[in-house]
């Protein structure tokens, strides 16, 4: 095992900041969010316990749907502090512009299985991103951040799940975002076979209402 720092800041975010760490003699990350100071003492105590607690829970209702997510060792509610797993691996943000199409689509369909099987049990993540999956070199996709995420059997609240994929695939990924989008929705619709109709038509309201409010801004 490489040497680790006793803590390496590996990111600074708005909601918390992830070290990498050495605990008991493996690697972790450490998510921790740090108090605001906009927020009255009191209440953003009690945000950052609730948001630490939830986030552990999300990422256990999606392990239990088959969905991979880091193992959770310890959780600090006092201090707003996640101790978890660090999924060896690369970012799909990363990998998918130097693949063959042929796996960008295999990629991209198994990442719609993987949404579809969290939304199928009630966890809608919240930040859809390919940033925020790990592709193991066993080619395990890991879904990690889970801090905007909520339970949620909703329709809308799954379509905006979804749309927040496909805007994150036209953001960065533009050169194939369409065709990663059409496998994402493949293989969302492998899992949840008909109701999926229901979160795509979401889908496409919620574009229709950007429209809307776009054509209102400039008409202004």
């Known amino acids: 095992m490489d040497k680790v720092d006793p803590q390496t800041l590996l990111k600074k975010?708005?909601?918390?900041?992830?070290?990498?760490?050495?605990w008991h003699g493996r690697k972790v990350i450490v998510k921790t969010r740090f108090p605001k100071r906009y927020r009255p003492t009191e209440l953003d105590a009690k945000i950052r316990s609730y948001r630490t607690a939830h986030e552990p829970q999300l990422m256990h209702e999606a392990k239990r749907a088959g969905v991979p997510t880091p193992?959770?060792?310890?959780?600090?509610?006092?201090?707003?502090?996640?101790?978890?797993?660090?999924?060896e691996g690369k970012q799909l943000k990363q990998v998918l512009?130097?693949?063959?199409?042929?796996?960008?689509q295999?990629?991209?369909?198994?990442i719609g299985v993987l949404i579809g099987k969290m939304h199928r049990s009630g966890v809608v993540h919240g930040d859809l991103t390919t940033s925020n999956m790990i592709l193991t070199e066993e080619g395990k996709?890991?879904?990690?951040?889970?801090?905007l995420g909520e339970k949620n059997r909703e329709v809308e609240a799954r379509g905006v799940d979804l749309h927040l994929m496909k805007r994150a695939l036209q953001s960065t990924h533009y050169q194939f975002a369409e065709d990663c989008f059409k496998h994402v929705?493949?293989?969302?619709?492998?899992?949840?076979?008909?109701?999926?109709?229901?979160?795509?038509?979401?889908?496409?309201?919620?574009e229709r209402r950007g429209r809307y409010v776009d054509e209102r801004k400039q008409a202004n």
Request: net charge negative.
């Open 185 to 206: 929705l493949k293989g969302y619709a492998s899992v949840l076979g008909e109701d999926a109709e229901k979160v795509f038509e979401k889908i496409r309201e919620i």
């Open 13 to 22: 975010g708005a909601e918390a900041s992830l070290f990498l760490k050495s």
């Open 141 to 147: 996709i890991f879904l990690v951040d889970f801090g």
């Open 106 to 110: 295999e990629l991209c369909a198994e």
């Open 97 to 104: 512009p130097h693949i063959p199409r042929k796996e960008q």
């Open 71 to 87: 193992t959770i060792f310890l959780v600090d509610t006092k201090n707003a502090a996640i101790t978890m797993e660090f999924v």
